[in-house]
């Protein structure tokens, strides 16, 4: 009799495009092409080129990171103000198959950086840790004298010990006014993921913002 590893089901929020991490070089040049034509249905050559160029960099950065899918959004809010957001999943190894001593060892590896505000959570596929920063992207960034764009980054740590994989969830945003909005989208996600039972052993291998991130993933 066949056995089947657990799989991993994973909802991704609606908006978002998705690379094509998944797809060979010429399947993804013309996703690239796809989704630059559709972002820029009235732009000009140049603009689509130049969107081209940019997600291809993207996908490049995300598959050097060993992630199994890159996206992004770009869409209007009710303002009238573009608002936009990247999203990466990973799965990283696991040796500890206790799922609440994973996340409380990331929990304190992560909080040794100042930097992170990082918050404890439960979800249906079990315990975890949500770390929250601001950063700066630099066009140069040995340059400090060159125009800083601020950000702000959410991660996702939810140990899966059946897969023996740690799922890694990263979204960042420059549109810091809409950050409640991407974190709502972020905890949906997270609640609707899905581990497969299988039937077979599993691979080797108003208030501040934190009041925000704790109101949304409780």
């Not at 992170?116 to 400090?144: H, K, T």
Request: charged residues 20%; contains cysteine.
């Amino acid at each position: 009799m066949n056995q089947t590893a657990p799989e991993l089901h994973l909802d991704i929020p609606g908006g978002f495009r998705s690379l094509g991490l998944e797809l060979d070089g010429e399947e993804r040049r013309r996703q690239f092409w796809a989704i630059a034509e559709a972002v820029w249905p009235t732009g000009t050559d140049f603009q689509r080129a130049t969107a081209f160029h940019v997600y291809r960099e993207m996908a490049a950065h995300a598959l050097a990171g060993n992630s199994f899918y890159a996206g992004f959004c770009l869409d209007e809010a009710p303002d009238g103000r573009l608002t936009t957001a990247s999203l990466l999943a990973r799965l990283d190894p696991l040796d500890e198959p206790d799922a609440a001593l994973s996340a409380r060892g990331l929990f304190e590896a992560l909080s040794t950086n100042d930097n992170n505000s990082v918050e404890y959570i439960q979800v249906p596929a079990g315990p975890g840790v949500i770390v929250l920063c601001g950063m700066e992207w630099r066009s140069e960034p040995a340059d400090d004298t060159a125009a800083a764009l601020p950000l702000a980054r959410m991660d996702v740590y939810l140990p899966l010990p059946r897969m023996r994989r740690l799922l890694v969830l990263s979204l960042t945003t420059p549109s810091l006014p809409d950050l409640p909005f991407y974190v709502a989208l972020l905890s949906k996600t997270t609640h609707d993921l899905r581990v497969s039972s299988g039937d077979g052993p599993a691979p080797s291998g108003g208030g501040t913002v934190d009041d925000e991130v704790r109101a949304v993933f409780g």
